[in-house]
Each structure stands twice: as C-alpha cells, then as structure tokens.
C-alpha cells in the first residue's frame, strides 16, 4: 500500500508556520542546490533547545506523524521530551515522508550547518538550506551506496561552481 503522496512544500511550510528552527538536508536540498537528484524524502536537521522542540512536536502532530515502519499498536508519545531522548527520527506524515535528524552524520548538528545555509525562496517559502559543501560532508560521512552515488553529483557540482 502507497504512503501519502510526497508534499514537501505542505511540510516545511508546517514547520516554518509553527516557528520550529531547521536546516533542510538531504536529497532535496541537493535538487535545490542544482544536483540532478529525485527524492522521494524531506530530511532536516533541527535545534535541539527545548523551545524548538516543542515547536517541532506541535508540527509533527499537525502533519500527523507517525514511526515509518513501526506497528500501529507501538506506543509512541510526540513530544519534546521524547524527541529530545532521540538523535535520528523517520517518519510517514500526510505530507510523506519526513526525516528529523539532530546530528546528521559527520556535522555536530544544526548550529553547524546553520552556519553555511543560506535562505532559498521555495515558491515564496523561504527555508535554511545546508550548503554544497555541508552536503557533500554529510553524504561524505554517511557513505551508504545511495550516498556515494550522490557524492558523485554534488562533487560534480562543487567543481562546476567553483570553475
């Protein structure tokens, strides 16, 4: 059975709407960047401040996210407190897929990446995306097959913006 059909512009404009503080990260990034990637995921990176938190929890309620891949009858509490015991959080929202990461592999988290992004306007919605550079660092650090193969385009593309 088919998930929610992938909204990424629903999601981060929930994120945005509720204040929560984030860089996006991932696939889509990359594609916003220039790399020739499809995704079929939102990945993000967020503070970890109690405050934001909460902001993201309220977020993820609205969006109706659940554990992707976990039973039903698995409990789970959306709150701060629990994405605060946590580092790396996937979920299925209505909006589709939504990965909330804290340290994404090979950063120290969202304050270091936050330093690099850049604000890109998205249709009029405007959201901190990672850089070239912290994009490649992380796909760098991951080194699973699908990031390897990403490597590949977003060292590519350092190459062709740097001339």
């Known amino acids: 059975m088919a998930g929610p059909a992938f909204d990424p512009l629903t999601a981060l404009s929930t994120l945005r709407r509720h204040g929560v503080r984030f860089v996006l990260i991932g696939g889509f990034a990359a594609a916003i960047r ?6 079929g995921d939102l990945d993000v990176c967020h503070a970890r401040d109690r405050a934001n938190l909460e902001r993201l929890a309220a977020a993820l309620r609205e969006l109706g996210a ?7 009858e ?7 407190r629990t994405l605060a015991a946590g ?35 998205l249709d009029g919605l405007v959201v ?36």
């Open 34 to 39: 220039g790399a020739p990637l499809v995704t």
């Open 66 to 72: 659940r554990l992707r891949g976990a039973p039903p």
């Open 74 to 80: 698995v409990p789970f509490v959306l709150d701060a």
């Open 87 to 121: 580092d790396h959080f996937t979920f299925e929202t209505d909006a589709g897929p939504l990965d909330c990461l804290a340290t994404p592999a090979g950063t120290e988290g969202f304050v270091d990446l936050d330093a690099s992004a850049t604000d890109e306007d």
């Open 128 to 163: 901190r995306v990672a850089s070239l550079r912290d994009l490649i660092r992380m796909k760098r650090a991951a080194g699973r097959p699908q990031d390897r193969i990403a490597l590949e385009w977003l060292a590519a593309l350092r190459d062709e913006l740097e001339g």
